[in-house]
């Protein structure tokens, strides 16, 4: 069975960093690209990241709203993929997603307040 | 980046009736489309991917269709679960994008 499960959020100071993990089971992690999706309370989603596998070199794409703060990465031998969201901002708040397009988590609330 | 532009934004149907939704894409994304189901609470569910394959264990009576800029989701036969939210996504190019979305309820 394949299970991802998301860990590392909670409540953030604004322009403080935050790292979402990612833990993967149940099928063969580096094989495959993984992403990470958020969803502002009530609102739709949002695609985040992208991070390839080895034989695509690792590869990473991000959305525009996030792109030079976030940083997607994985580990292969842990079969995790992380999310280091830095400078983060009110607007960052939300359930954040990992995915493998078919699969997803339960998802990972970030509250980002002073 | 590519825009996508859904519609209706929410929508109201009694049970048995027929429902589609439709998502323009502001550029050709090549079939490169999915379509999710959620519903409040829960993560997404893909339904269709590569505009109209049905994912694994999906009720036949989602179909998914269209080429160029224009897809569409068709739900045949509404039952009371597919009351939910749904969500187009190209994956043509980065970044990823959403539509904003369609809310079903039930008349």
């Known amino acids: 069975e394949v299970k991802l499960e998301e860990s590392g959020g909670g409540l953030v100071q604004p322009g403080m960093s935050v790292k979402l993990s990612c833990a993967t089971s149940g099928f063969t992690f580096s094989d495959y690209w993984m992403e990470w999706v958020r969803q502002a309370p009530g609102k739709g989603l949002e695609w985040v990241a992208e991070?390839?596998?080895?034989?695509?070199?690792?590869?990473?794409y991000y959305g525009k709203s996030v792109k030079g703060r976030f940083t997607i990465s994985r580990d292969d031998s842990k079969s995790i993929v992380y999310l280091q969201v830095n400078s983060i901002r009110s607007e960052d708040t939300g359930i954040y997603y990992c995915?493998?397009?078919?699969?997803w988590g339960q998802g990972v609330m970030v509250t980002v307040s002073s | 980046d590519i825009q996508m532009t859904q519609s209706p934004a929410s929508l109201s149907a009694s049970l048995g009736e027929t429902v589609t939704i439709e998502c323009r894409a502001s550029e050709d994304i090549y079939s490169n489309l999915a379509w999710y189901q959620q519903k409040p609470g829960n993560s997404p569910q893909l339904l269709i991917y590569d505009a109209n394959s049905l994912a694994d264990g999906v009720p036949s009576r989602f179909s998914g269709s269209g080429s160029g800029t224009q897809y569409s989701l068709k739900i045949n036969s509404l039952q009371s679960e597919d009351v939910a939210s749904y969500f187009c996504q190209q994956y043509n190019n980065y970044p990823y994008t959403f539509g904003a979305g369609t809310k079903l309820e039930l008349k």
């Open positions: 991070i390839r596998n080895k034989a695509n070199n690792y590869a990473t």
């Open positions: 995915t493998r397009r078919k699969y």
